[in-house]
T-cell receptor, first 111, second 115 residues
Framework: RKEVEQDPGPFNVPEGATVAFNCTYS??????FFWYRQDCRKEPKLLMS???SGNEDGRFTAQLNRASQYISLLIRDSKLSDSATYLC????????????FGRGTSLIVHP | EAGVAQSPRYKIIEKRQSVAFWCNPI?????LYWYQQILGQGPKLLIQ????????DSQLPKDRFSAERLKGVDSTLKIQPAKLEDSAVYLC?????????????FGQGTRLTVV
């Protein structure tokens, strides 16, 4: 089983739709969780951190479920500009923090 | 604030040749990462430095890949000899300290094509 698993998609949704991605992780000792966004042929950039209490940033909501070992990202009112790959990152600590990326989920928002 | 600088942006080499990539992290960032991203996959961590010490290099193919960060600032990643399957984007990232709870900032990457 891979450490961090994501459905690669693509998720093809119309503008205005709500879409959700999940990411599962295998290491129960994982410490920190993030969602990164990567545009085509660009470097990944932090979208948001994921806190135990959940967090919201505008149209984006991230949640963590430690019991089931997954994190989620919800995008409301999708925009064309949301089209990108969304990468889940899980950081584990065995004395040092080692970040592991999922393979990413591709989102395509169409008119 | 200047971002993470990487060079070159693109490189095409023949198999069995050598290649080196350079990275200058954000000033003051103690942690530096090298990732390999193959098309259609997520970035795979090759090596992580904390200052000039190696934190993790468990996924670095040490028979052909090497990396150093001698003065705890900039870093080089070398491949010798290159194989076709090394074709990928090599991303350098840095963070202020250990990545637990802190954001990693990425450079634009070096796109390597091995022919």
């Amino acid at each position: 089983r891979k450490e961090v698993e994501q459905d690669p998609g693509p998720f093809n949704v119309p503008e205005g739709a709500t879409v959700a991605f999940n990411c599962t992780y295998s290491n129960s000792a994982s410490q920190s969780f993030f969602w990164y966004r990567q545009d085509c042929r660009k470097e990944p950039k932090l979208l948001m951190s994921v806190y135990s209490s959940g967090n919201e940033d505008g149209r984006f909501t991230a949640q963590l479920n430690r019991a089931s070992q997954y994190i989620s990202l919800l995008i409301r009112d999708s925009k064309l500009s949301d089209s990108a790959t969304y990468l889940c990152v899980v950081t584990s600590s065995g004395g040092s923090y080692i970040p592991t990326f999922g393979r990413g989920t591709s989102l395509i928002v169409h008119p | 604030e200047a971002g993470v600088a990487q060079s070159p942006r693109y490189k095409i080499i023949e198999k069995r040749q050598s290649v080196a990539f350079w990275c200058n992290p954000i000033s003051g960032h103690a942690t530096l990462y090298w990732y390999q991203q193959i098309l259609g996959q997520g970035p795979k961590l090759l090596i992580q430095f904390q200052n000039n010490g190696v934190v993790d290099d468990s996924q670095l193919p040490k028979d052909r890949f090497s990396a150093e960060r001698l003065k705890g600032v900039d870093s080089t990643l070398k491949i010798q000899p290159a194989k076709l399957e090394d074709s990928a984007v090599y991303l350098c990232a840095s963070s202020p300290r250990g990545s637990g709870g802190t954001e990693a900032f990425f450079g634009q990457g070096t796109r390597l094509t091995v022919v």
